[in-house]
Nanobody
Framework: QVQLVESGGGLVQAGGSLRLSCAASGLTFRSYVVGWFRQAPGRDREFVAVISETGGSTNYSDSAKGRFTISRDNAKNTVYLQMNRLKGEDTAVYFC????????????WGQGTQVTVSS
């Protein structure tokens, strides 16, 4: 049974930092691409960042570029999202998701972790 469990969310002041973690189990983690997505109240879920199965390739949304860094530790089956210079508009539930490298859609999703940025 595949499980993705996010952690690290919380309340932070604008300009502050948080590091989210996504711990995976039940899959061959090193064969999966992992992404971070977020959903704010009343808005659609949106892409934040993605990392290749080896960690050698990353991609970011325009809003995350330059402020967020995605990384992974395949020995720990964990992906991280370091978020710096947080803004009020970053307030959302953050989800991690995984897909096999050869598939275009994310098959597995975590339950999400709340990030609230106070201004």
């Amino acid at each position: 049974q595949v499980q993705l469990v996010e952690s690290g969310g919380g309340l932070v002041q604008a300009g502050g930092s948080l590091r989210l973690s996504c711990a995976a189990s039940g899959l061959t983690f090193r064969s999966y691409v992992v992404g971070w997505f977020r959903q704010a109240p009343g808005r659609d879920r949106e892409f934040v960042a993605v990392i290749s199965e080896t960690g050698g390739s990353t991609n970011y949304s325009d809003s995350a570029k330059g402020r967020f860094t995605i990384s992974r530790d395949n020995a720990k089956n964990t992906v991280y999202l370091q978020m710096n210079r947080l803004k009020g508009e970053d307030t959302a539930v953050y989800f991690c998701a995984a897909r096999p490298a050869a598939r275009p859609t994310f098959d597995y999703w975590g339950q999400g972790t709340q990030v609230t940025v106070s201004s």
